[in-house]
């Protein structure tokens, strides 16, 4: 079993914390390997996460459910899911809460994941170093779109003559919003004329 335990300081607001930190494409963007697939009726979704553990790269998919409770700015996340070749299944479970300090916020989390498989050792032994240097890179660029200013997910506008053309996002965090929502947007297209993501 892995156990993970982490406090992430955050110098934004609560309210923008929660916004970043209760999105799943927003979260997602900001985890190196990771893709957001379908989402299931139920509000579960799909994703998949590509782990390197020394030379052996892991591709993991797994169904997620997501539990938010607004008031108490706190959630609960679990997922079940499996590597690529059904070597090793594994759960998880994960808590998380987002509470004021004197600069800024907090975002606290913990959470424990139980695999069975082939590669269970494997994953286990590198489970420390993998997870360390996982945290200070999501934990970085969390950071980094927390920083900037709630954006509408809209498609981006063409010119109309005589109009300046529209400002293009200069930030990362913009450009990953931006594109996460061209993203979904392209895929809710297809879904609504009958085809295939």
Known sequence: MITITETIPVPSPRERVWEVVSSPAD?????AGAELGEEHEDGSFDGTLVVKFGAV??????RVHLELDEAGYEGRLTARG???QAATRFTAEAGFRVVEDGTGSKVAMDGEIRLTGKLTSL???????????????????FVELCAGPAEPETPAAAAVPGEAAPERPTTLAARIRAWWAALW???SER???GGTA
Do not use: L, W
């Open 27 to 31: 979260v997602v963007s900001c985890i």
């Open 57 to 62: 790269r892991v591709r993991f998919g797994a």
């Open 82 to 84: 499996k590597d690529g």
């Open 123 to 141: 994953i286990e032994a590198g489970a420390g170093v993998v997870v360390s240097r996982m945290t200070k890179d999501f934990s970085a660029r």
């Open 185 to 187: 947007n392209r895929r």
């Open 191 to 193: 879904t609504s004329q």
